[in-house]
């Protein structure tokens, strides 16, 4: 049973375009929503993350966007770059479990 | 350097070998953890501690056994090693009362 999918499972982006990876959940328990970049060969490292109190979350280049009543959330990069090519996970938690459901995983390239 | 560090980065063993992997944390976290990645890039985890008590333990086979000797280390163990062990083992850690997971670069374990 997959808590959390992920789509799609590879996305190849120009240089300058904007990414988009969504995730979808199950559980109406989760409350915390990462989203994990993963180089070759390198351990995954947090990126963004949201709590379900707000719809929308930017830092830099990247967004969440969070839709409770659809049990969705997305990530959006913009202005994609070559260096941003990776592997890229959306998770969730739930309050006090402190158990990290990932998603299944997006392969992402950026060409120049 | 502050991080998650993990011995050894590779390891290549035959089946029914007992090996063992190293992580320290120097990041003075009070959580630690063992997740899986399996050759799908699918990361699931295994086993969190928190201040060397075992907090979670995923339906793991008794042939793995995490020890923590002390708040900033946890080692893991397997036993008679089988061919679907092959993975990349992921060591994290957080702290108190934050989500947000540090992990470490890994160790590719292969099981011929």
């Known amino acids: 049973q997959q808590q959390v999918k992920q789509s799609p499972q590879s996305l190849i982006v120009q240089k300058g375009g904007i990414s988009i990876i969504n995730c979808a959940y199950e559980n109406t328990a989760f409350d915390y929503f990462p989203w994990y970049q993963q180089f070759p060969g390198k351990g995954p490292a947090l990126l963004i993350a949201i709590r379900p109190d707000v719809s929308e979350k930017k830092e830099g280049r990247f967004t969440i966007s969070f839709n409770k009543s659809a049990k969705q959330f997305s990530l959006h990069i913009m202005d994609s770059q070559p260096g941003d090519s990776a592997t890229y996970f959306c998770?969730?938690?739930?309050?006090?479990?402190?158990?990290?459901?990932f998603g299944t995983g997006t392969r992402l390239q950026v060409f120049p | 350097d502050t991080a998650v560090s993990q011995t050894p980065k590779y390891l290549v063993t035959q089946m029914g070998n007992d090996k063992s992997i190293k992580c320290e944390q120097n990041l003075g976290h009070d959580t630690m953890y063992w997740y899986k990645q399996d050759s799908k890039k699918f990361l699931k985890i295994m086993f969190s501690?928190?201040?060397?008590?075992?907090?979670i333990n995923e339906t793991v086979p008794n042939r793995f056994s995490p020890k923590s000797p002390d708040k900033a280390h946890l080692n893991l163990h397997i036993n008679s090693l089988e061919l679907g062990d092959s993975a990349v083992y992921f060591c994290?850690?957080?702290?108190?009362?934050?989500?947000?997971?540090?992990f470490g670069p890994g160790t590719r374990l292969t099981v011929l």
């Open positions: 998770a969730a938690s739930k309050r006090g479990t402190d158990k990290l459901i």
């Open positions: 994290a850690s957080s702290p108190r009362g934050l989500e947000g997971k540090f």
């Open positions: 501690y928190n201040n060397k008590e075992l907090i």
